[in-house]
């Protein structure tokens, strides 16, 4: 029952994909790279970086030919942060959909909303184990370097909205830096 619950958001945000794919006849692609996640100060002071990785699938729609295009994501992210004294270890379920703009085809810069659903948690270092948010909302921006056959270079920036913890102000900020593969 539990994975099928967390499996849900996952499921719906597949087939918004694939309802976009009679749409549009853009492309699809594929990203992968490493996280540089922390979190806003709160009750526990500064963060320390953790190191995780992303791995998601994406669909690129035209509004504007080769100018403008609407970006629906789908990918899995491991983020959290560390203390002086406990680790944080988050894995969720994202889906950013961001509006993306070429620039003479070879730089494109991206933002938009993006929405997280936590799949699992992890506390090492502790004996409490503290009450996470299961959905977060966030804002991402970024650009990409784009080489021609399809491959580029990104980075990007995200910033939450939501609480990582209930009842605490920290806030996952994450750094992205990875490749794409546009097919």
Avoid: C
Wanted: glycine content about 8%.
């Amino acid at each position: 029952m539990k994975i099928m619950k967390l499996a849900k958001p996952f499921l719906i945000a597949i087939l918004f994909l694939l309802a976009a794919n009679v749409a549009t006849a853009q492309g699809w692609g594929v990203r992968a790279g490493v996280n540089l996640a922390s979190a806003s100060n709160g009750s526990f002071g500064k963060t320390d970086i953790r190191t995780g990785g992303y791995l998601g699938v994406y669909k690129e729609m035209t509004i504007i030919s080769k100018l403008l295009f609407i970006q629906p994501e789908v990918q899995f992210s491991k983020q959290g942060f560390n203390t002086k004294t406990t680790d944080f270890d988050l894995d969720y379920i994202q889906v950013p959909v961001l509006a993306k703009v070429y620039l003479a085809k070879v730089v494109s810069f991206e933002t938009g909303p993006q929405f997280g659903f936590k799949i699992s948690d992890k506390v090492s270092g502790s004996n409490n184990n503290p009450d996470f948010n299961t959905f977060d909302t966030a804002w991402a921006g970024g650009f990409s370097f784009n080489f021609p056959m399809g491959l580029a270079i990104n980075a990007r920036y995200i910033t939450s909205f939501t609480d990582v913890i209930k009842y605490d102000s920290h806030k996952s900020q994450v750094i992205q830096l990875g490749a794409s593969f546009t097919f």
